[in-house]
């Protein structure tokens, strides 16, 4: 049960308010969020990768790849929630999906306040399903430049309520957060990307310090035999994959990401990434090849295409 408290009620909880969230970083930020996510991790001068890690052909600033922003949702959740009258185990926590929007190409260096609401619950028997917003707005010119919609799969949390409906997520498109049919054709792109064995221990340099994905005995209690790699980390291989195959390596091509995670990937696996690429909007699922297991799936939102494709 979520709550020992037999009144516990959803809609309180919705209500509740959270604290707002600061982030600032600068390049070198950018540049270890990149190298975490794999870039240059196969080809030290791959020429798509390059640029966002380091000022290749003198350009002014490295490039920050999109799904840096999902880093400004991670205050609220590694901190740990307080939910009133809701109780869960942190360590039996999953990442469950993430939906970003990227209103401009964020710079270089920023600082940001992060405006965090509780979003959507669901009760899923066996687990709980809890949904947070965060927006992102520059400080100085208030101007909104992200927002994260991250859903986390809290195991043994469920059990809560008799309705297995969703609680919120009224303020959602219809079709947000569905689960994306992988079509049957053949792919448009496929990238493949080895994982290194201690890509956990440098992708969490960039925040996400939760020993899930670096401490063994941590991730024992979990029910996993060895750390698990962040949620966010494939994601972040997944998307880069779309913007070298896709966007021509352009990374403010992207506008929207939807990813949900089906299956844990263990740091040192090999992914492969198929894309379809269908008007605007690029489907794509990743899987670990040594398994041939499906971890990932979902789409990116483009802005437009290179004449070149
Ligand atoms: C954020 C900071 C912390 C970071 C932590 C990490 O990185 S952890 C590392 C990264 N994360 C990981 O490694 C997690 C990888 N993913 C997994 O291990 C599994 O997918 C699971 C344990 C999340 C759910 O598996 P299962 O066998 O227990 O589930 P089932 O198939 O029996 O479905 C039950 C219900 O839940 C629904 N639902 C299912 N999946 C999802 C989802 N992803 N999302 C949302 N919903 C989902 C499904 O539609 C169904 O609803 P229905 O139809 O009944 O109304």
Known sequence: MASSDSEFNPDLLLAHKLPETRSTYNERDVAIYALGVGACG???????ELKFVYHENGQEHVQVLPT????FSLGSLT?????PGFKYDPS?????????EVYRPLPSKASLINKVSLAGLQD???AAILEIETRSYEQGSGELLCMNRTTVFLRGAGGFSNSSQPFSYKNYPSNQGLAVKIPQTQPSA????RTQPSQALLYRLSGDYNPLHSDPNVAKLAGFPRP?????????????AVIKCICKGDPSAVKTISGRFLA???????LITEMWLQGLRVIYQTKVKERNKAVLSGYVDIRGLSSSL
């Open 264 to 270: 844990t990937v263990f740091p040192g696996e090999t």
């Open 68 to 71: 840096f922003v999902s880093l």
């Open 42 to 48: 196969q080809d030290a001068v791959d020429s798509d």
């Open 124 to 126: 899923k028997g066996k």
């Open 228 to 240: 698990i790699l962040h949620g966010l980390c494939t994601l972040g291989f997944a998307i880069k």
């Open 92 to 100: 039996l926590l999953l990442h469950g999906q993430q939906y970003i």
């Open 79 to 83: 901190d740990g929630l307080d939910l």
């Open 190 to 193: 496929v990238c493949e990307e």
